[in-house]
């Protein structure tokens, strides 16, 4: 036997995170998404106060307390709803649940990695599909591929753009697989997709809790579908996906919308002053409902710009593909953050550079 793997294994490139950096340094990390506000207080407190008994025993697996938070906030049934660790796991299970040989993976690049390396790793083909300059949904080409899972983050990474609800709507009706609705950063988005859910019995809405609840370290995301999707799903996952610290703690920052909303609130205000920030040093950027911006610095100077940034302490994304090269995509942080950014980059750009 030449090797341990299966030949898509072999062949696969790995995910490649984005770079850490350890609580406590002093590095300005803006090239994951989190949020830059501290969880809510109310769920930090259910730290102070686990019973020993919660961690003796195997966790309810159904996270069953937690649903039941995600149905009072979004007013949709218990039963539509499964969870699990970080939306990263859903989309897995997901993928593992309907694909093979014809029913393929489809989705339009360039989107969230991960799409790829689980779509490589399944017995079936994976079909991208170009976004095109504009970012409008190519839903034609979609259509065609055929998908048995099509994905659709919006808003998307790494530009930021929400896809028009008209738009996943003329989707869902034309596809006759599950549509996934990835909507990790819907938090800071406009609008959500959740009235699909009620039209279809084909789509899926993807949520976390790494983002608009500032809980990444948690591990904690959901899908919401009718049970003729979930029903599959329930089969798939790990029997407990879900520790009961996750479960606890998501369940309080759940409730906690006026938290949630407020550091969402602030996330929003920021991105727009850092957007007017960027441009005037020349920037060119792309209008976003996330919580980062996508960005092309004046004369294609992206990874100088990033490995600069990273000497004075600050962490952006850079993705070392074709169309993606001479692009950034820079988390949206505190103002201060932000400040510090903006200095340095003009400092970098007029300077150095
Ligand atoms: N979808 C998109 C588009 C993302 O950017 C991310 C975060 N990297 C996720 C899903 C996964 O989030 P989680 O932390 O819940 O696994």
């Known amino acids: 036997m030449a090797s341990f793997f299966r030949s898509n294994v072999d062949a696969m490139a790995p995910y490649v995170p984005g770079e850490q950096a350890p609580p406590g340094t002093k590095i300005i990390k803006l090239n994951t998404n989190e949020n830059p506000y501290p969880p809510s207080s109310q769920a930090m407190s259910v730290l102070q106060n686990i019973d020993s008994e919660y961690l003796r025993r195997y966790p309810d697996p159904y996270a069953n307390e937690f649903r039941q938070a995600v149905s009072d906030v979004l007013g949709v049934p218990r039963d539509w709803i499964i969870v699990g660790n970080g939306s990263d796991e859903i989309l897995n299970v997901l993928i593992r649940a309907c694909s093979e040989g014809v029913r393929k993976i489809v989705y339009p690049m360039p989107t969230y990695v991960l799409y790829r390396t689980?779509?490589?790793m399944q017995p079936t083909e994976t079909i991208e599909v170009s976004y095109g300059e504009d970012f409008k949904?190519?839903?034609e080409e979609l259509v065609a591929a055929n998908g048995a899972v099509t994905l659709i983050a919006s808003p998307n990474s790494p530009d930021g753009h929400a896809v028009p609800i008209d738009d996943l709507r003329c989707l869902a009706s034309r596809l006759e697989g599950v549509l996934a609705i990835d909507e990790a950063y819907v938090d800071f988005a406009e609008e959500s997709a959740l009235a699909l859910l009620n039209e279809f019995d084909n789509v899926i809405s993807l949520r976390t809790l790494s983002k608009g609840y500032s809980l990444a370290g948690l591990r904690l995301g959901f899908g919401i579908a009718n049970p003729k999707i979930?029903?599959?799903?329930?089969?798939?996952?790990?029997?407990y996906n879900i520790d009961a610290i996750a479960?606890?703690?998501?369940?309080?920052?759940?409730r906690d919308q006026f938290y949630k909303n407020e550091c969402c609130q602030k996330v929003k205000l920021n991105r727009t002053k850092l957007a007017l920030s960027l441009q005037k040093l020349d920037f060119k950027v792309w209008e976003s409902q996330a919580n980062?911006?996508?960005?092309?610095?004046?004369?294609?100077?992206a990874e100088a710009l990033y490995l600069e940034l990273k000497q004075h302490g600050i962490l952006v994304r850079?993705?070392?593909?074709?169309?993606l090269d001479d692009k950034l995509r820079i988390t949206v942080g505190t103002d201060e953050q932000n400040q510090t950014l903006t200095d340095t980059l003009s400092n970098i750009l007029y300077n150095c550079l």
């Open 318 to 323: 850079y993705f070392k593909q074709p169309g």
């Open 292 to 301: 980062f911006l996508f960005v092309q610095p004046p004369n294609a100077k």
């Open 137 to 139: 949904l190519p839903i």
């Open 118 to 120: 689980l779509g490589a």
């Open 247 to 254: 479960c606890a703690v998501g369940e309080k920052a759940m």
């Open 230 to 239: 979930l029903s599959g799903l329930f089969k798939v996952k790990d029997s």
